[in-house]
Structure formats: structure tokens, C-alpha cells
């Protein structure tokens, strides 16, 4: 028997799915990659078992430059509604709440590159996603804007150092996190490389946070990978 449908929403080929579609397919996952840059029609994300929406260099209030946003905006808050396990990253974290009534804004602290604790709440030890963590996680940022204010109802699972929303829970299947748990050392040198010139005007040496990236591969794949499989898990009872 197949396993879970999962949907993703890529916005750019520049965030690709990546290690957490890798992770999803070893778990049994079926992923089809909707690319709405590229001329695909966005599906209705309801018809899948589970969705996945990546990041991306837009804002989440970009509705009026980015065709495809207000559509997946409604269709987010559909899947939220009907249950369908939905997790989106970064940008697709922002979308989420964005979706549901919540406000997305640059980071008044400014951008933030590189690996970050996660510093988990009270509320995230019995989550259905993220529930027996550690506490030890770290994760890869790389984001200018974040969740000011988060929809009603939602739940901060995580905060980042500077107490920015990190990780929320928006729905009772539906869930985003501002870190980038699906990229690597590799996909990250791509952002580096189109932001070099910016982070020499602002005095940020990207090396040292590249060769971090890559120091801490084994520990991010044992930190990101059972979410991945543990998502899957959740796809999986949505199909039955």
C-alpha cells in the first residue's frame, strides 16, 4: 500500500525540500512538489494526507507581487481547518500565520544567519510534532522577517535567543518554525553567495557561520530527522 501524500509548495528552486523531503520519502512518503514560480497550478492542498510549504526570499505579505500567495493563504487556512497535517518553514511558518490573522514583520533586531538554540516551551513536551524533545536542539536560521503576533489560538513551542516565536503550533495538525531543519551546509553556501556583498556591508564574516553549518551535519540530521519521520507518522494517520 502507498504511503502518505504529501504536497509541497516551493517557492523558489533556491529552497528546494531538500534533506526533509529525503527524510520524508525514506519514511514512506509519497511528495509531489508544486512549483507555482514555475507555471504550476496550486492543488487544492485538502485532496493530500500532508503539506509541506518551504521558505523563500518574499514576504509573507507580498500578496500583491506574488501571484500564488493569497490562494495558498486560503487554501492554508482549509487544511488548518479540516485537520490536514500541514507544517510550513520559515516563509511557510510566516504564511501560516499570516493565514490565520497574525502578523508578520521584519525582525526589528535585524537579520539572523546561522545555528540558533531552540528554546522550547512548556507546551511543546506533549505536541504531537515536536513533544519529546530534548532540549539540546539546535537549528539553521536564516530570515529577516518573523511572527510578531501570532494568530488566536496558536501555541509558541519555541523561542528563539532574541525571544522571537521560533516554532508555534497554529492548529491541531497544523505547525511552522521559523529555522530551516530541511537545508545544509551546501544549500545555505547558495544563500551565502547571493548575500555576500550585504553581509560584507554589515560586518558579518560568513565563513565562520558556514564552517559551523558544516561542523554540526551529523548533530542536525539526528536533531530534524525523526520530526521528518514523526510528520510522516502524522500524514499517515490523516490517510486512515
Request: with cysteine; proline share 6%.
Amino acid at each position: 500500500m502507498a504511503g502518505p501524500r504529501i504536497l509541497v509548495v516551493e517557492h523558489e528552486a533556491s529552497c528546494p525540500p531538500h534533506l526533509f523531503g529525503e527524510w520524508l520519502a525514506e519514511a514512506g512518503c509519497t511528495l509531489e512538489v508544486c512549483r507555482p514560480y514555475a507555471g504550476d497550478a496550486l492543488p487544492g492542498l485538502t485532496s493530500y494526507d500532508g503539506v509541506l510549504v518551504l521558505g523563500g526570499e518574499m514576504g509573507a505579505n507580498d500578496d500583491d507581487t506574488v501571484a500564488w500567495l493569497a490562494p495558498l493563504k486560503a487554501g492554508i487556512g482549509e487544511a488548518v481547518g479540516a485537520g490536514t497535517p500541514l507544517l510550513g518553514i520559515c516563509l511557510g511558518h510566516q504564511l501560516v500565520a499570516a493565514a490565520l490573522g497574525g502578523v508578520v514583520e521584519k525582525n526589528p533586531r535585524g537579520q539572523t544567519v546561522g545555528l540558533q538554540p531552540l528554546g522550547w516551551s512548556d507546551a511543546a513536551a506533549d505536541d504531537d510534532w515536536v513533544g519529546g524533545r530534548t532540549g539540546t536542539e539546535v537549528a539553521i536560521h536564516w530570515n529577516n522577517d518573523v511572527v510578531v503576533e501570532l494568530p488566536v489560538g496558536a501555541v509558541v513551542l519555541a523561542r528563539s535567543p532574541g525571544g522571537e516565536v521560533q516554532a508555534a503550533r497554529f492548529g491541531s495538525r497544523a505547525w511552522g518554525i521559523q529555522a530551516h531543519p530541511e537545508v545544509d551546509g551546501e544549500v545555505v553556501r547558495q544563500w551565502a553567495g547571493t548575500e555576500r556583498d550585504n553581509h560584507i556591508a554589515l560586518g558579518l564574516d560568513q565563513e565562520p557561520v558556514l564552517r559551523e553549518i558544516d561542523a554540526a551535519a551529523v548533530e542536525l540530521e539526528g536533531h530534524w530527522k525523526p520530526l521528518a519521520t514523526r510528520f510522516a507518522v502524522l500524514a499517515e494517520e490523516a490517510r486512515r
